[in-house]
């Protein structure tokens, strides 16, 4: 694990030196990589969201596509169709950019439902069904959506069913003073976000490594009293009196594989309660549904997870 842990610990630095500013954000991220877990990412223009997603395919090798969604993007726009070649005289897929190993779906709040939901088969099964054939996907298959969290004209809220499909929503804040000025250093020295030679990148690992990487978080040992702690955990957040949706039992198993991915990045062979605690907000904060009196109180998701945290009892080690 010692070696495994050090070539993440490369990938992460790597990382943080061309996204500055956003370290945290950049680990929850590879604890979902390393969970086979998909990820929203929400924050306002300009703060590195799609950067940070094509730097990080391109240290690890991965094929990269990038979708710009909008409101008359249909679902074969993504998934793909089979269109008739007169030389062959039969019919051949043309892929959709779904088939890659990481999907960037820039504003995915930007197209309706009917597309939005062309997704869900791909996030859930890690396969595509396009006229009745079953197409698999690649065995890395990852959904990164980034979503302004500032827009609301013209935008469609993605339902429950589908949000459950994320593991993670990461909210994408603004930077540091210091990383700011980091940022103003490296303009000042010609480096350009946009103007970035991704192909100038030294792969730090492969796409070989990461799945090598999933298998070994499956390894992780897990104690029944933290089994117990986190059941306890997701039960609470059904019993507490501002909420009017709770944790699924999908989000308990996502809950545990996020845990065990915390754990593989600090280098332990085992999870502790701060591993469970570490990746509850941003694995429930768009799972749980507040009672709209609480909404009208100012109650907060963020608050109301951290009061679930407070009265669940942390197990001994």
Same mark, same amino acid.
């Given at each position: ?5 050090? /070539? ?128 698999? /996907? ?145 694995? /429930? ?33």
């Amino acid at each position: 694990m010692t070696s495994s842990n050090s /070539l993440l610990n490369s990938l992460r630095t790597a990382i943080t030196k061309v996204v500055i500013g956003q370290t945290d954000i950049v680990d929850q991220l590879l604890i979902a990589l390393l969970s086979n877990g998909h990820v929203i990412l929400e924050g306002v223009p300009g703060t590195g969201k799609t950067l940070l997603v094509k730097v990080l395919s391109k240290l690890i090798k991965a094929d990269f596509n990038r979708v710009q969604l909008t409101p008359d993007i249909l679902p074969l726009d993504i998934l793909g169709t089979n269109i008739f070649d007169f030389n062959s005289r039969d019919f051949i897929l043309k892929k959709g950019p779904i088939f890659t190993e990481i999907l960037l779906a820039d504003e995915i709040n930007r197209t309706p439902p009917k597309t939005q939901s062309a997704l869900l088969e791909a996030m859930a099964e890690q396969q595509v069904t396009l006229d009745g054939e079953t197409i698999a /996907l690649p065995g890395l298959f990852w959904v990164v959506a980034t979503q302004n969290s500032l827009e609301f004209e013209g935008t469609y809220p993605l339902p429950e069913a589908q949000l459950d499909r994320f593991l993670f929503k990461l909210a994408v804040d603004y930077p540091s003073l210091e990383a700011e000025k980091q940022i103003l250093l490296n303009s000042q020295a010609g480096f350009k976000a946009s103007k970035l030679d991704l192909d100038k990148l030294k792969a730090i690992a492969t796409v070989e490594d990461v799945l090598a990487w999933r298998e070994q978080v499956q390894k992780i040992q897990v104690a029944d009293n933290i089994l117990d702690y986190l059941v306890a955990l997701v039960r609470q957040t059904r019993n507490y009196a501002d909420l009017s949706l709770g944790a699924s039992p999908r989000s308990t198993v996502a809950w545990l594989q996020a845990a065990k991915a915390k754990a593989f990045l600090s280098n332990k062979d085992y999870v502790t309660p701060d591993d469970v605690k570490s990746v509850a907000p941003p694995l /429930l904060c768009h799972r749980l549904i507040l009672k709209p009196e609480a909404q009208l109180d100012g109650i907060e998701i963020q608050t109301a997870i951290a009061s679930i945290l407070e009265q669940v009892p942390v197990p001994r080690e």
